[in-house]
């Protein structure tokens, strides 16, 4: 493949593919037809299975700009191949942005040199597939409108709901987001796009971007069934029916192709309705009725499809649900994201700020983004419960996303098209699957030899050398792996998780990690307040309970408590984020939300206004009716909101009567007092935050400053954040207690039990999330937390890691004689982005002992899961689900404990509001993972047991008969197969772990051995029957059985002519012998704890198993004629059936001794004493932790550096320095 036209397509992203170019070839075209006449159309189902094998069979190699076909791959682990035809069409411009009026009329190229794209004609289909261009098309109409203009020519090509646009300035097929692409500033969202679109404008971007519409196209029954039935493993299973049909096997090539019908029909209804339910879930507000601001100030109705980005559109007081991704330039709106986030709590989204024009720097005024900006931007799908306006003003948004770029959108893609789920299991059962084919092969070989050396006739050797196969792949295999996870997902829906993603419960079972929230997920979601602390003059005032007192009523603290926050109130309900509604709870103040009439008092520029209780107010003498106190109230002017990244929230308030305005700010403690003037700092500050935290105290500081009077109110909600939050005055602290939720120290001890780390993961203060590991039992009291600082390489020098100590012990342990486990280590967000940066390796010794990861922002979440799943831990993740969507979709296990059912953003979703799912969830992955397992192992020795018995069979030119191969597939497989799944999981965790994968030595040689002892019993059956003093050729009047006085002549001339050979003492006995070795090694593999309950607990599969064990027995002791002419089974004398009867006995037996062996480690003695060399650990993290184990300088001494030595060749490396 030529490199330099291999094109990289969303470079860095999920999505990242690579691309290449091809042209149709006729002659290749033609060639592949006459191949596919030849082949009976199997050629053609190859080139439908292999898309890069139809590519390059019917094409040749182009480049991207010519192509008419791309043929892409994606980057990731699982390198899938898809294939989209390229389109061209004529747009009478090649840039959305551009004014039409403002283009040249010259002829064209068919690029511009700002941003050369092409146009799209149609609305975009779910199914990614576009219609050619009609001549009534919108481009057409306006290439007609603007006859003058040079139409240009554009390529373009659908993939995956999202459309690709040639662009040649980069000389590659790019996506067309949104108002985004132009890289636009907050100042000139404001000054050029806050006035909206003329009509034309709007119709041209309306080319580019297609409808606002998410379209899920619900597929018809037809194309699902074609699409279901062209699965290889029903191709495979139509010629198996064919092949038996053949053979005259009908009964039982009909009951396969009912169990397929069955299964195809069960499948279709399964996506059929997950198709319905996600377009109903799309559908129900994807087309609304919206006013929009036209260029000519008028406002104009129209349909939310016809929405483009750049349209201005007007929120409705009363709310709406968002037909697209927007940005708020002006008013203030109250939404409820849970259908994004699954937080229920409302969020405020204040209006995008408008840096003056003197103060527009990279840092004020930089390019509007969609995650940074996403306070100021309203979200499709999500719910705007109400707005907030000025009087005259309108709420208004700028389009930034239509159709599939929104955020919903880019959901709804993530479930029509999700990322296969990699897994060892999945792998190896394909592996398994292709030494099966090829144990069918030395059998199909053997068949053809033996066939051709008796002279049996061609059509007789093809059909059953060709039957040899279809026995050996099992045709009722999918349907019995997907039984045990279908059973597993019943069982967790019963204690009320909720699973979108079923084949992750089976990975749940092999989580060695979990890390946690810590508010909300291990303590209660509200805060209690403890008390508060005040600062005057630059010191603290003794610690307070509360602030609900007649002489802080006018203080700034109670002020700055009453107004920085973010709270509304819905139906005359206070609502907004739980930390907030407790702090404004204990100021005992009311919130009005003012009315239109009202705003106008206060120079129309408060829409919230706090005022304290009446009976709190100092009783003064009213002097005058215009000095009535009872008018003590602050409005709320400006609110800049709570920010992950900052640590902090701000409002500029202005009290009724007053000239200047006040700001007050409060977030982490750090944070707000490195904002305010150091003299109004404490000089003990930090030894009394200590002091808090240590005891698990959440505390918040607050901030305070007097604004200048020329400040007006216009200037304010223009004005950057970093202006107000500058220069402020130390108020002092809020202490808030964070209890633990009652179920957290238990579950985390059970998760300790089973040797699983937990680690917890937090936005909140370093040292009360260790005091909150203490407490829940996450760090023992014992050990040592060892906090790593890191800072970036700053005036030259390079990035450097502080170690110390978090509680000073008294008498400074020496670490080095300590186990592994005694020493923990603790980091910020800055930290861990500082270490990750400079020293990637050190980062992952760091994971193996990071048990406290604080003030971690959601992306960071998601890098320490990546980190963790780098030295190959399995991990889970228990969040609230608001800010952990990113870590809950990363990781291997995902649980949010939310209240709707199924949270979209993480594949768990829990009702109980606690912890205790997480070992539910991994018991019953377990018990999945080992339910798999065990019908995999039958599954491989149904075919295998049935495969020796055909191939003893066929040396005597003999086989299975019809009812024979049917009693055993139905009767006993299947009922087994879906019984066995049904075990439930074992009560408690155990420190133990199941396999992770097929290819492990236990399971190889347990079914080895199994697949020895049947192969061993059934031959010897095979050759003893012939030893027998009354063995001979069967013929219909043999009579071994003393049975001659009850045949009729008569009614041995009817007897049909035995064309097969079916009946013989052979077939006879390895029949009795091998149904009798499937119910063995069904038991012997359906094993019990410590991952599952006991088999016995499980009633349908022992009375199944017990039904079929009597119904043998007794046909075998007890033969009925109707029973023995329906199996075609021939009397045989009653001393052999006690033979054979022995010879089961002996054969369960065996099988159990050497299952039980296998169990009790036999194959690890073997192991040892084959190669006695120590074998090194599989998982990385074992690797490092036995380096580390001999590492004099790890851990790290609390007196040490660490600095970064840059080496370009290999990454980076370190030094540890002494500090003196």
């Known amino acids: 493949m030529e490199k330099e036209d291999l094109k990289v397509l969303n470079k860095g992203e999920e999505e990242e593919m690579e691309l290449q170019g091809y042209r149709l070839c006729r002659w290749r075209l033609a060639l592949v037809g006459v191949g596919v006449l030849c082949t009976g159309g199997f050629l053609l189902l190859l080139l439908y299975w292999m898309p890069e094998w139809c590519v390059k069979s019917t094409c040749t190699r182009t480049t991207a700009r010519d192509a008419d076909v791309v043929l892409m791959r994606s980057t990731d682990e699982f390198r899938r191949w898809f294939l989209a035809r390229v389109r061209v069409m004529l747009a009478p411009g090649s840039n959305p942005f551009h004014s039409l009026e403002t283009q040249t009329t010259s002829p064209s190229s ?65 996506v067309l987001n949104g108002l985004e692409d132009l890289q636009v500033s907050c100042s000139t969202l404001h000054s050029e796009h806050s006035a909206g679109l003329n009509r034309n404008q709007q119709e041209y971007r309306k080319l580019f971007f297609g409808v606002n519409e998410i379209a899920v196209k619900v597929p018809s029954v037809f194309k699902l069934l074609i699409k279901e039935v062209l699965n290889p493993f029903y191709i495979f299973q139509l010629f198996s029916v064919i092949l038996w049909s053949a053979d005259e096997y009908y009964y039982y090539a009909a009951a396969i192709v009912i169990m397929s019908v069955i299964s195809i029909a069960t499948s279709l209804y399964t996506i059929k309705k997950q198709y319905i339910m996600l377009h109903d879930m799309v559908a129900a507000h994807s087309i609304v009725r919206v006013s929009v601001c036209r260029a000519s100030n008028e406002i104009e109705e129209i349909l939310s499809t016809d929405l483009v980005p750049g349209d201005v559109m007007v929120i409705p007081s009363n709310g709406t649900i968002m037909p697209c991704d927007a940005v708020l330039v002006s008013g203030t709106c109250i939404v409820n994201e849970s259908m994004l986030t699954g937080e229920s709590v409302p969020v405020t989204k204040t209006n995008l700020p408008n840096p003056l024009p003197g103060e527009r720097d990279e840092d004020n005024d930089s390019a509007y983004n969609t995650e940074e900006h996403k306070r100021h931007t309203l979200f499709c799908g999500t719910h705007v419960i109400q707005t907030r306006f000025y009087t005259g003003e309108l709420v208004k948004a700028v389009v930034v996303r239509t159709g599939f770029s929104t955020a919903k959108g880019q959901l709804v893609r993530s479930i029509l098209y999700p990322k296969p789920t990699d897994f060892k299991l999945y792998r190896d059962a394909y592996l398994f699957l292709l030494c099966l084919v090829a144990v069918a092969g030395i059998g199909f070989v053997y068949s053809i030899v033996l066939s051709i050396m008796n002279k049996v006739p061609a059509k007789t050797i093809i059909i059953e050398s060709l039957d040899i196969i279809t026995i050996t792949v099992p045709p009722a295999l999918p349907a019995a792996m997907t039984a045990g996870i279908v059973y597993a997902q019943r069982r967790l829906k019963r204690i009320g998780i909720f699973c979108i993603s079923p084949q992750r419960i089976n990975i749940c079972g092999q989580i060695n990690l979990v890390c946690f929230d810590k508010t909300g997920t291990l303590t209660e979601d509200g805060l209690d307040l403890w008390g508060v602390q005040r600062v005057e003059n630059g010191s603290f005032h003794l610690s307070e309970e509360n602030a609900y007192k007649e002489n802080l009523v006018k203080s700034q603290f109670v002020a700055c408590m009453a107004t920085c926050h973010s709270l509304t109130k819905i139906e005359g309900q206070l609502s907004g984020d739980p930390l907030d509604l407790k702090m404004f709870e204990a100021t005992g103040w009311i919130l009005e939300e003012a009315t239109e009439e009202e705003t106008s008092l206060h120079n129309r520029i408060m829409p ?249 922002a959601p992306d960071q979440k998601t890098q320490l899961i990546e980190a963790l799943q780098g030295v190959d831990y399995f991990v889970g993740m228990c969040g609230d689900g608001a800010n952990d969507c990113g870590a809950l979709k990363r990781a291997h296990g995902g649980i949010s404990l939310s209240e709707l059912e199924a949270s979209v953003a993480s594949p768990f979703t829990s009702r109980t509001p606690n912890i205790s799912c997480v070992p539910s969830l991994i018991r019953e992955g377990r018990a999945a993972l080992i339910t798999s397992f065990c019908v995999f192992k039958f599954m491989a020795l149904y075919s295998i047991i049935q495969y020796i018995s055909v191939t003893l069979l066929y040396s005597i030119l003999s086989n299975l008969g019809d009812f024979q191969f049917l009693f055993i597939d139905i009767a006993i497989i299947l009922l087994i197969v879906f019984t066995m799944s049904l075990n439930p999981a074992w009560k408690e965790l155990v420190s133990r772990r199941p396999p992770s994968g097929l290819i492990s030595g236990p399971l190889l040689f347990s079914v080895l051995t199994q697949i020895l002892i049947c192969l061993g ?170 380096e580390l184990s001999v590492d004099p300088d790890w851990p790290p001494k609390p007196t040490t550096t660490t600095e970064a030595k840059p080496r370009p060749e290999n990454g980076s490396t370190y030094q540890f320095i002494i500090n003196s």
């Open 110 to 174: 068919p690029s511009s040199p700002t941003c050369p794209f092409s146009s799209l004609d149609s609305p975009p289909l779910a199914n990614g597939h576009t219609p050619h261009p009609s001549d009534g098309s919108p481009a057409q109409e306006l290439i007609r409108k603007y006859a003058d203009y040079q139409p240009t020519q554009i390529r373009y090509f659908t993939f995956h709901s999202t459309k690709y646009y040639w662009n040649d300035e980069v000389q590659n097929f790019e």
């Open 608 to 856: 919230t206004v706090v005022r304290p209780p009446k009976q709190l107010l100092p009783p003064e003498p009213v002097a005058s009716p215009e000095q009535d106190m009872s008018a003590y109230e602050i409005g709320i002017v400006r609110q800049f909101p709570f920010s992950s990244a900052l640590q902090r929230m701000s409002v500029v308030a202005r009290r009724l009567g007053e000239k200047r305005m006040d700001a007050y700010t409060k977030g982490a403690p750090e944070v707000v007092a490195s904002l305010c003037k150091k003299e109004t700092v404490p000089e003990n500050f930090a030894e009394v935050l200590e002091g808090y935290t240590k005891q698990g105290f959440r505390v918040i500081a607050l901030g305070h400053r007097r604004l200048e009077s020329k400040l007006t109110w216009h200037k304010v909600q223009n004005i950057n954040r970093d202006h107000i939050e500058a220069n402020m005055e130390f108020l002092g602290l809020i202490i808030m207690q964070n209890k633990l939720k009652a179920e957290t120290p238990g579950v985390l001890q059970d998760l300790h039990r089973a040797h699983i780390r937990t680690v917890m993961v937090t936005g909140d203060n370093m040292l009360t999330a260790i005091s909150v590991a203490r407490d829940c039992g996450m760090i023992p009291p014992q050990d040592t937390v060892i906090i790593a600082d890191a800072l970036p390489p700053h005036n030259g020098q390079a990035a450097k890691i502080t170690w110390r100590y978090a509680d000073k012990p008294s008498k400074t342990p020496r670490l080095e004689h300590k186990t592994q486990e005694m020493y923990h280590f603790a980091m910020n967000g800055k930290s861990f982005a500082v270490i990750e940066e400079h020293f990637p390796d050190m980062l992952q010794k760091l994971v193996l002992h990071g048990t406290v990861f604080a003030r971690m």
């Open 1017 to 1186: 019993f059934q031959t010897i059956t095979f050759l003893w029957v012939r030893q027998q003093s009354w063995y001979t050729v069967w013929k219909p009047f043999t009579d071994v059985c003393n049975r001659s006085s009850h045949i009729n002549m008569s009614d041995l001339n009817d007897t049909e002519v035995d064309d097969h050979n079916i009946q013989n003492f052979e077939n006879t006995s390895l029949f009795y012998v091998s149904c009798f070795q499937y119910l063995i090694v069904a038991i012997v593999f359906s094993k019990g704890k410590p991952f599952r309950q006991p088999s016995y607990k499980n009633w349908p599969f022992v009375v199944s198993a017990l039904i079929l064990y009597f119904f043998l027995l007794f046909i075998m002791f007890h033969p009925v004629e109707d029973i023995d002419e329906f199996l075609e089974i021939v009397c045989v004398p009653y001393e052999w059936r006690i033979k054979l009867f022995i010879i089961i006995l002996v054969n369960a037996a065996v099988s159990v001794v050497v299952e039980g062996a296998i169990d009790l480690g036999a194959f690890k003695c073997l192991t040892r004493l084959c190669c006695p060399r120590k074998l090194a650990p599989k998982a990385r993290y074992m690797h490092l932790a036995q």
